[in-house]
């Protein structure tokens, strides 16, 4: 059992069904046991013991906290790669509509586990990234199965560093203000067929790394209309084109 008065830093992650009010019930019902298989095979073909994550579930969502001993370049390269590849195996039409398609939010901070579920700023910062209106935008807007975000400081702990293939020119910084907190986040797109395309974006000059960036390349400004999943290229091999930062 859990000291609520004992905080401690665990690596947590948010998930978030696109479009899930939407559909209707049985449909509902269906992409909720298929979100769950999803996570739980991603979690295993990663080495990951789902059974040990403490879960806090809500129909289309979740927020986890994972044990200690979890790694955090494997959480957030494998288990993301296998996640998206989950999607591709159960995302057979071409219609993003028709798709599972998720949102996903990884932090690492301070937790408390209280009686009624998780105070402490991890875990809300962790909720607040997934609700960024660039990464929402992102996979609204395009064709990919999951728009994944990563707070800031873990990108630089494990993406800049380039663990386990991990790459930074793949994320695209963003600046996230949602209710009371305000951070960055770098976004990555994964998965689906990429055939949505803008030729504007496509034409115009590739935008160069500035200080402010932290060297990634992309900047802090984007155009959502722009982001694409690649072409159909295989899971986790994907582009992003950018521009002007637009928010709904």
């Known amino acids: 059992m859990h000291d609520p008065d004992a905080p401690v830093r665990r690596l947590v992650s948010a998930v978030d069904m696109h479009a899930y009010s939407g559909r209707r019930a049985f449909q509902q019902v269906d992409f909720q046991r298929t979100l769950i298989d999803a996570l739980d095979a991603a979690a295993a073909q990663s080495g990951l013991d789902r059974s040990a994550w403490y879960l806090q579930e809500q129909g289309d969502a979740e927020v986890a906290v994972l ?10 390269a494998d288990f993301v790669r296998e996640l998206a ?24 901070g301070m937790v408390h586990f209280g009686r009624n579920g998780l105070p ?11 609700d960024a209106p660039a990464l929402k935008a992102a996979l609204r807007d395009g064709d990919a199965d999951l728009a994944l975000i990563l ?6 702990d494990v993406v800049s560093p380039g663990y386990r293939g991990l790459r930074a020119v ?3 910084r963003v600046e996230v203000t949602v209710k009371e907190f305000t951070g960055v986040g770098h976004i990555r797109l994964l998965g689906g067929p990429g055939t949505r395309r803008d ?3 496509e034409n115009a000059p590739a935008t160069r790394p500035s200080a402010e960036s932290g060297g990634t390349g992309h900047g802090t400004h984007l155009s959502i209309g722009a982001w694409s999943s690649g072409g159909g290229d295989a899971i986790g091999r994907d582009q992003i084109n950018h521009g002007d930062r637009h928010v709904r």
């Open 67 to 76: 044990p200690a001993d979890a790694p955090e370049p494997v959480v957030v």
């Open 170 to 172: 793949d994320f695209t």
């Open 85 to 108: 590849n989950r999607l591709a195996r159960v995302n057979h039409s071409p219609d993003p509509a028709e798709r599972l398609r998720l949102r996903v939010a990884i932090h690492s």
């Open 151 to 156: 707070s800031d400081g873990l990108f630089r």
């Open 120 to 130: 402490g700023p991890a875990a809300v910062d962790a909720c607040r990234l997934l």
């Open 199 to 201: 030729p504007e974006r």
